[in-house]
């Protein structure tokens, strides 16, 4: 099992930053990829970003030029630099973790998540 515990999320103004923080503990020796996901209120999930310990990227193209998924040296933590915040990714967010093989991301496991608000 892997446990992902988020931090980071806040209310901002539009145009304004936050940066998402996610700790990975557990078998994470078990993990190749980690990632954020959203939910917006009536929304289905979405996965926003994601970064295998090879690499790879990979960006939903409605945060693509304003978000930055990265981690230190180390596989955990990762984090999210959300820049030029607008209202619609007003969103819990939420950690996710897995595997990336052959050019795919995996996720199996959330986070708790975390809000994000943003206003107008």
């Known amino acids: 099992q892997v446990q992902l515990v988020e931090s980071g999320g806040g209310f901002v103004q539009a145009g304004g930053s936050l940066r998402l923080s996610c700790a990975a503990s557990g078998s994470i020796f078990s993990i190749s990829a980690l990632g954020w996901s959203r939910q917006a209120p009536g929304k289905q999930p979405e996965l926003v970003a994601a970064?295998?310990?090879?690499?790879?990227?990979n960006y939903a193209d409605s945060v693509k030029g304003r978000f930055t998924i990265s981690r230190d040296n180390a596989k955990t933590p990762v984090y999210l630099q959300m820049n030029n915040l607008k209202p619609e990714d007003t969103a819990v967010y939420y950690c996710?973790?897995?595997?990336?093989?052959?050019?795919?991301?995996?996720?199996?496991?959330w986070g708790q998540g975390t809000q994000v608000t943003v206003s107008s």
């Open positions: 996710r973790a897995g595997t990336y093989y052959s050019g795919s991301f995996t996720f199996s496991y």
């Open positions: 970064l295998s310990t090879s690499g790879s990227t």
